[in-house]
């Protein structure tokens, strides 16, 4: 099955810096990654995925890459501020006869130092 | 439209008894995967229904099943709690076929 592994487990930046989040996957089937944003306490919320046609995507501070040679993509928060302060898991899904299951990355703890 | 619905929101048991939570998926969706979340483990899927049948299912042990109603709801049974059970459990639901899942706010299952 898929394995996804996701580095580093936690990450602090100073506001204003960036950071980036880095997860790699063990199927070249996989075709979807989204990016989840578990905030203390609360639910895990999409914030932003792409899919295996796209090599970039972007959302106001947010950007994912994916690199389908390498088996890897990467979140990319710019301009950190204290609210970014979450936990971020990555995901990728296999298509199985349109059945997609997600496996998650174990998450990154990503703490902004005002 | 309201969201993911989960309940109980806490549960506490004890070794050997079972449990019993339950997901209301967004109206209109199909699909209700459920996870099991514990501090470095991250997100692990246990099982997957849409349409009242198990689609896809994790590598859990067989205390844990679940199961679909015709209006999406769905349940999730744990039978013969050990310690290790204790955790948040997630569910998530989705349009068929949609991918992007929308969590519920999890029930946190405290084993004693």
């Known amino acids: 099955g898929e394995n996804v592994e996701q580095h580093p487990s936690t990450l602090s930046v100073q506001e204003g810096d960036s950071a980036v989040i880095k997860c790699t996957y063990s199927?070249?089937?996989?075709?979807?990654f989204p990016w989840y944003k578990q905030e203390l306490g609360k639910r895990p919320q999409l914030i932003i995925d792409?899919?295996?046609?796209?090599g970039e995507k972007k959302d106001q501070r947010i950007a994912v890459t994916l690199n389908k040679t390498a088996k890897h993509f990467s979140l990319h928060i710019t301009e950190t501020q204290p609210e970014d302060s979450a936990v971020y898991f990555c995901?990728?899904?296999?298509?199985?006869?349109?059945?997609?299951?997600?496996?998650f990355g174990t998450g990154t703890r990503l703490t902004i130092i005002p | 439209k309201a969201g993911v619905t989960q309940t109980p929101r806490y549960l506490i048991k004890t070794r050997g008894q079972q449990v019993t939570l339950s997901c209301s998926p967004i109206?209109?969706?199909?699909?209700v995967s459920w996870y099991q979340q514990t501090p470095g483990q991250g997100l692990q899927f246990l099982f997957e229904?849409?349409?009242?049948?198990?689609?896809n299912k994790g590598n859990f042990p067989g205390r844990f099943s679940g199961r679909q109603f015709s209006n999406s709801r769905s349940e999730m049974n744990v039978s013969t709690l050990e310690l290790g059970d204790s955790a948040l459990y997630l569910c998530?639901?989705?349009?068929?076929?949609?991918?992007?899942?929308?969590f519920g706010a999890g029930t946190r299952l405290s084993v004693l």
């Open positions: 998530a639901s989705s349009f068929d076929r949609g991918n992007i899942q929308y």
């Open positions: 199927d070249s089937a996989s075709n979807y």
């Open positions: 792409i899919r295996s046609n796209v």
């Open positions: 995901a990728a899904s296999i298509p199985n006869f349109g059945n997609e299951k997600l496996t």
């Open positions: 109206s209109g969706h199909r699909s």
């Open positions: 229904y849409f349409s009242e049948t198990q689609r």
